[in-house]
């Protein structure tokens, strides 16, 4: 395995930029662009590389991998007080807990996201 990849590498097609845009959120600022997607990735993969290279120039210790992290499966959220009220009361007439309800309602909101893995 080599150093890039424990870091995330995202290929995505940008409708403002008109081509695909590659990124390693984590690890280097910026990005590599493109009309061919294989060939962003592989201009991707080309940069991680070299930015992993200059960190060890430069004695600049590398962040932590983004690739193939684990997830508890619990994050905090702040809304506003409104918001949490109305919440709350939804999850009620559904007779659900507040817990239960908020994750049905992001499971059912993320269908552009991949499906309903949990």
């Given at each position: 395995m080599k150093p890039g990849d424990r870091y995330l590498k995202l290929v995505e097609w940008s409708e403002e930029d008109g081509c695909y845009v590659g990124t390693c959120p984590g690890l280097m600022l910026g990005g590599v662009h493109g009309a061919d997607e294989a060939k962003v990735y592989a201009e991707l993969c080309q940069?991680?590389?070299?930015w992993?290279?200059?960190h060890k120039q430069d004695g600049v210790p590398l962040p932590p991998a983004t690739a193939g992290r684990d997830y508890s499966g619990k994050f905090v959220v702040r809304v506003g007080k409104?918001?949490?009220r109305e919440l709350a009361l939804r999850a009620r007439r559904e007779g659900m807990s507040l817990n239960a309800y908020c994750a049905r309602v992001l499971r059912e909101g993320r269908s552009g996201y991949g499906g309903g893995r949990e």
């Open positions: 940069a991680v590389d070299e992993i290279a200059i409104d918001l949490h």
